[in-house]
């Protein structure tokens, strides 16, 4: 079954990523779904792909099966409001927890035979990056999706466009 032809989700409109929210209350992720998931990935540039299992932002629980390859790092941020929790199916990541000054607190590895799930309390600057050619993840956490509120980026953390940008990414990557 491809998740994607049978008309079971509907693209989301406004996000960072390429996204899809779920139509049916009851959603399943399988391998056949993980396969779509890749293939989408793979015919738009290996672009990051999410499937939501809930509806929309509006909904008091958000789940989402997330394909993120090391071409995108997402600006370190936090969640003043939210408790998240990733769970690994396929690949590997290495999820940065970082001090208010910047400083990082911890790395979690996530890949088979290192650690599968890691839960980053509400509150803390993190930021999630593959270690492999592509990480598939389970990300949950509470909702609804707060806009400007959502996430919260440090002042230590420049802007995707700035020109230390790279920099500042390649001295995370080889901590």
Not at 141 to 160: H, I, R, T, V
């Amino acid at each position: 079954m491809d998740f994607f032809e049978i008309k079971t989700v509907v693209r989301a409109k406004k996000s960072k990523s390429m996204s899809f929210f779920c139509k049916h209350d009851l959603a399943k992720i399988d391998e056949d779904s993980i396969n779509s998931l890749k293939q989408l990935s793979e015919k738009n540039s290996n672009q990051n792909v999410r499937i939501c299992l809930h509806d929309g932002p509006d909904s008091d629980f958000h789940d989402m099966v997330i394909l993120q390859t090391p071409k995108i790092f997402y600006r370190p941020h936090k969640h003043p409001h939210k408790t998240e929790t990733i769970h690994l199916i396929e690949g590997g990541l290495k999820i940065f927890i970082f001090n208010d000054s910047g400083d990082i607190a911890d790395i979690g590895e996530l890949s088979a035979g290192k650690g599968l799930i890691y839960r980053i309390t509400k509150g803390y600057y993190h930021s999630v990056f593959p270690i492999t050619d592509l990480a598939i993840y389970h990300e949950s956490k509470n909702g609804p999706f707060m806009g400007e509120e959502e996430a919260l980026s440090p002042d230590w953390a420049p802007m995707e466009d700035a020109p230390d940008f790279h920099k500042f990414v390649n001295n995370i990557i080889n901590s």
